[in-house]
């Protein structure tokens, strides 16, 4: 169960979640985005026909684009 701290409003009770599951939820949020920019690279490095070498490249291209669709 997670450990919240209630905050009273008017008419209502809202729930402030506890650092430990905002870190979770930001790590969840960050292994996600490693897997969406892996998948684009290897997308990526196998339309170009799978050089060798282009492994880094390929990852800074796909970071870049995702970033762009975010923004």
């Known amino acids: 169960m997670m ?4 905050i009273g409003t008017p008419g209502s009770v809202q729930r402030h979640p506890d650092e430990s599951s905002v870190r979770a939820a930001l790590e969840l949020q960050e292994t996600i985005n ?3 920019i892996a998948q684009l690279a290897y997308t990526l490095w196998e339309q170009r026909g799978y050089p060798s ?3 880094e490249a390929d990852w800074v291209e796909a970071e870049l684009r995702l970033r762009c669709d975010l923004a």
């Open 3 to 6: 450990d919240t701290k209630l």
């Open 34 to 36: 490693r897997n969406r």
């Open 53 to 55: 070498g282009s492994a």
